[in-house]
């Protein structure tokens, strides 16, 4: 059976998925949804179909890009044949479900529940740094959503307390901007901690999105429920599930 995590800022079906439902098995065990790991085709088709069942949408309604950590957005109007190579989608179009993949990079979906609007982006800390959320906003914006009228919500991510990094990428985000050092603690070693949601949020919020939060949940310190890339490294397996994030009109 699905775990889908929903929030009550999006008024339109929309859900975090868990790794939980799924019928991929050994490392992929649960709802791998992510056509570039080498887990068995049939086993990712199967779960994705689940998914877009599970909201209502024609399987091949069910739209996911090829992720380059960027922040390169499109505007679908219909299904497309092939992802597109983007890290943030729009659309007004009813029917087209948007979906993100994730393995502790932050998955975001947005709607102006006014202005019928949907929108959707993977946010790892190059994308956020890059503007990948103000794009999806903008974005949103040309299609005749208002950004006041905006709710974002930042799905299961990596937290704070297991994201560490070294000083090079300390100083590669506040050579840009020194406000960043706010999303950092110091840890042992000369090492920090970067608060990845936290910083997801704060630049929503400085794009004037009307509501933005995080559910609170963390990839990394929850195996039964969430795929983690860095969990992976550290135990040393091949590869890794995605989870799926989606949302629709």
């Not at 649960?30 to 877009?52: K, Q, Y």
Request: with cysteine; glycine share 12%.
């Amino acid at each position: 059976m699905l775990e889908i995590l929903t929030s009550d800022a999006i008024p339109m079906r929309h859900g975090f998925f868990t790794r939980k439902g799924g019928a991929s098995s050994g490392i992929f065990q649960g709802l791998n949804c992510g056509p570039g790991s080498t887990d068995l085709t049939g086993a990712v088709v199967i779960n994705r179909n689940r998914v877009a069942e599970s909201l209502g949408l024609a399987p091949g309604a069910l739209v996911s890009l090829h992720q380059i950590h960027s922040a390169k957005v499109v505007t679908l109007t219909d299904p497309a044949a092939d992802r597109p190579q983007a890290d943030g989608m729009v659309t007004a179009t009813p029917g087209i479900g948007l979906g993100i993949l994730t393995a502790d990079c932050q998955p975001v979906l947005f709607a102006d529940p006014v202005g019928q609007v949907i929108g959707a982006a993977h946010a790892g800390w190059r994308g956020a740094r890059d503007g990948v959320l103000e794009a999806t906003v903008d974005a949103m914006e040309a299609l005749g959503a208002k950004r006041e009228n905006i709710a974002a919500v930042i799905g299961p991510t990596i937290s704070q307390p297991s994201y560490e990094v070294g000083p090079e990428f300390f100083e590669n985000f506040t050579d840009d901007d020194p406000v960043s050092a706010r999303f950092f603690i110091n840890d042992k070693g000369g090492r920090y901690l970067f608060d990845l949601p936290g910083y997801g949020l704060h630049r929503l919020r400085q794009a004037g999105v009307g509501h933005a939060e995080w559910t609170r949940h963390c990839t990394y310190r929850d195996p039964d429920r969430f795929y983690s890339f860095r969990r992976t490294t550290h135990a040393g397996e091949a590869d890794y599930g995605r989870l799926i994030s989606v949302i629709r009109l």
